[in-house]
């Protein structure tokens, strides 16, 4: 049989067999100096981030007088309603929508900052190891880059078609603050995706990722929005899930992300 190569998938068709996507761009130039004003605010601490900041990076040494290596703040829109209004939430859903279904729904949105010489990688996982199970997995994940990514300063590393395969065992990192799998830039369908500041890339909850450590002297500020069925959305808040609205604490929730005895 001959096979030939398919010309054009559609967004949503690279979605479903890469794991991951390309959006395109979500914010203009101008829209996206107005999200850094705001994320910087959040930095600095003039919007109170409380228990929601911590450090996506803390298992690695800190550097004197650095509070992070990896600032991650979970629910900017809950902390700053006003943002949920700003352009980008109604773009993503749109996007969202159109690669999971109608049915889409924010489920939360967070903000993870690499700083100038952070260097500190985030550790390979896949989102849905921190999610509990849920009957319909349909996610998606859309991170929105506010400065150029590329390798160097932290843009995002897939494995395509990780999707497709059994979550892998996680494990805690070694501070226990958050989780990390056995993964690596040398695998199969391992996969930088540079964009833009302004644009973003989809991924499902299956799908590996990480990102290296800052190393350049430029910051690396995104904006992740996080959607999956209204209905699945209902059921996680029945069990008393809300990523870190109330009590902010990441762990291993799926069990078929559980690591076994070993540890593996
Ligand atoms: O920005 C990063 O380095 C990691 C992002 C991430 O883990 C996510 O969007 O799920």
New binding site residues.
Partial sequence: MVVTASTSLTRTQVFERDGFVSTGELLSAAEVESYRDLYDRFLRGEIDSGDKRSD?GSHAPRRDGVAEN?TQIMWPSALHPPLADLPLHARALAVARGLIGDDAMLDFD?L?H?APHSATP?PW?Q?AAYWIDLPDTRAV?I?VALDDAEPDN?C?WYIAGSHREPLRPHRPTGDGKNIQTDATEGEPGATPVPLPAGHGVA?TGGTL???RGNTTDRVRR?Y?LNYRPAAMIALERGQGEDHGLGTNERKVRNAGATADETGA
Wanted: charged share 10%; aromatic share 6%; glycine share 6%.
């Fill in positions: 996506l990896i967070m993870i690499k985030t996982h989102d994940s991170w932290g995002m991924h990722h990480s990102s995104a992740i």
